[in-house]
């Protein structure tokens, strides 16, 4: 080839050729893994993320009914609910106060006014969960006509009717039965919860019966009571029950432990003293109860021994009656009663785990040693008789001195 001839020679054509055929065919297979490996990656990628939002997401989920403790089995027939389409128009949830038919009632209602609910749950984070939380509501002592209506939330179909003092009045069940003939505004659905529904008079049940006579296709209502005794049977039977249990002293014990900071020994007396009610566990003052259980421990201390300190029985008595503490008398008698009843437990060989004052184990099984069996039986009879005399206009600071008299006059 000479210099300036611009044509290839053969061979060399045939090099190029395949160099440029090699060369495309390089790219190509270059291109292709190239190509592939971003598609796998993205996938990956996208799969990773999947995986994660998904898995928090369900983490989410999972938290929405298990935050609330307890009643496991009722969490199951929820979930079948719900995934069945099938929530009741009208339900009654019933069981002990503080045991979660509330809380459960208004996460029944999350679940269909979510907008991203998961697996049929709502997700307790997003715009219309929140609100659904909002409610105000009046002062107790407010008048009554303020409570003469339904309470909606900050979500227009989410709303609840409440006691005044101790009655549900009829003009609000009136106002339920107009606004749960309303289609819903933004939800698929509205809902009604009536809270302490055994408070509603002859007028209001019966106001309230015609509405779940004649339900709107797209109202739930959910009547909350502890005492479903006292609601109209034609009321119970026009809804599905869901019975409530006591929530478990374990759960209660951890709940407070992991959620109100409280030492164990606290959180377990407090589990205990709260009879399966998460919310009466909540906010119970613990201090509080201390400094009254304290001073009718100190009624016990003072009658060890062969002479019982009857200067500080008289105290105890002096304090117990004092009328700046008058209200507190019951609660104080109360706390006597339930030490000598722990007292007289383990006197008698019975399980430690029977007895309420757990905290103070070693101290009552100390006590139980010290006192006869018979006698301890004797107080504890005689205080539930003071205890169900209170009734009478007695006069509390002789009864008192009696009755601390008496157990000391035992030796
Ligand atoms: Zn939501």
């Not at 797209?218 to 869901?242: A, G, M, N, V």
């Amino acid at each position: 080839m000479r210099p300036g001839d611009t044509r290839l020679e053969p061979r060399c054509i045939n090099a190029l050729t395949f160099g440029a055929i090699f060369c495309n065919r390089f790219s190509l297979f270059h291109f292709l893994l190239f190509h592939f490996l971003l598609f796998h990656f993205l996938l990956f990628t996208f799969s990773l993320f999947h995986f994660f939002t998904f898995s928090l997401f369900h983490f989410l989920l999972i938290h929405v009914f298990n935050e609330l403790l307890g009643n496991e089995d009722i969490k199951t027939v929820l979930r079948r609910m719900i995934r069945n389409g099938r929530v009741p128009r009208s339900l009654l949830l019933t069981g002990p106060e503080g045991s979660g038919k509330r809380q459960f009632a208004f996460e029944l209602a999350r679940a269909i006014v979510c907008t991203s609910p998961l697996d049929g749950e709502g997700c307790g984070r997003c715009a219309a969960c929140a609100r659904t939380r909002k409610f105000v509501f009046p002062a107790p002592d407010a008048k009554r006509e303020e409570f003469e209506r339904v309470f909606f939330s900050e979500h227009t179909d989410v709303g609840t009717v409440i006691p005044c003092r101790n009655n549900v009045l009829v003009k609000s069940i009136r106002e339920l039965e107009r606004e749960a003939n309303f289609k819903p505004y933004e939800a698929p659905a509205r809902f009604f919860v009536i809270d302490e529904a055994d408070k509603m008079n002859d007028a209001a049940s019966n106001a309230l019966l015609k509405t779940l006579e004649e339900p709107a296709t797209t109202s739930h209502i959910f009547l909350i009571t502890s005492r479903p005794d006292r609601l109209l049977q034609t009321i119970r039977s026009r809804c599905q029950t869901l019975r409530f249990a006591p929530v478990p002293a374990y759960q209660i014990t951890e709940f407070l432990i992991a959620n109100k900071g409280m030492s164990e020994p606290d959180a377990e007396i407090v589990a205990r003293l709260a009879d399966g009610s998460l919310g009466r566990a909540a906010s119970f003052d613990v201090a509080r109860f201390r400094e009254r259980r304290g001073a009718m421990l100190e009624i016990l201390r003072s009658l060890r021994g062969d002479r019982p300190n009857l200067a500080s029985l008289m105290n105890s008595s002096e304090s117990m009656t004092d009328p700046k503490l008058k209200d507190e008398y019951t609660e104080r008698l109360d706390w006597l009663r339930s030490l000598i009843h722990d007292v007289w437990t383990l006197s008698i060989g019975r399980d430690v785990a029977e007895i309420i004052n757990i905290d103070i184990r070693g101290e009552l099984f100390a006590l139980a040693a010290e006192f006869d069996r018979r006698e301890l039986a004797r107080w504890l009879r005689e205080t539930e008789e003071l205890r169900g005399a209170l009734v009478l206009n007695l006069n509390r600071k002789i009864a008192t001195d009696a009755l601390l008299l008496g157990m000391a006059a035992r030796k």
